[in-house]
């Protein structure tokens, strides 16, 4: 059984997956490139897949022996992740003006 922090691994890791092709002007992904982009067995894809699906986050076209066919965000999912490049780009803001100012020796 994968434990709980390979799981969120896992999910996050679809998810950017997806944000990155969606940058790429490719709203969708097949399963079979998403499974070999990440090296993800089925099961731990599947499981991913379905989870971001429930949250709303995804969309799914599964196979007959539900494995993700296609996969590709929904509005949600990129509002999501557009706020988590936003979130990233303030720190790294934030940490390059820490740097740059004067230490008070």
Excluded: F
Excluded at 43 to 70: F, K, M, Q
Aim: aromatic share 2%.
């Amino acid at each position: 059984m994968t434990k709980l922090r390979e799981r969120k691994n896992n999910r996050k890791a679809v998810l950017r997956s997806l944000y990155e092709a969606v940058e790429h002007n490719r709203p969708e992904v097949s399963g079979s490139t998403l499974r070999a982009a990440l090296g993800l067995p089925d099961e731990d894809l599947s499981a991913a897949c379905e989870y971001l699906a429930d949250e709303g986050l995804i969309n799914v076209e599964w196979t007959s022996h539900r494995t993700p066919a296609a996969v590709s965000l929904t509005h949600g999912g990129i509002r999501m992740m557009e706020e988590q490049e936003e979130e990233e780009e303030e720190e790294q803001q934030g940490r390059a003006k820490a740097q740059e100012a004067p230490s008070e020796d």
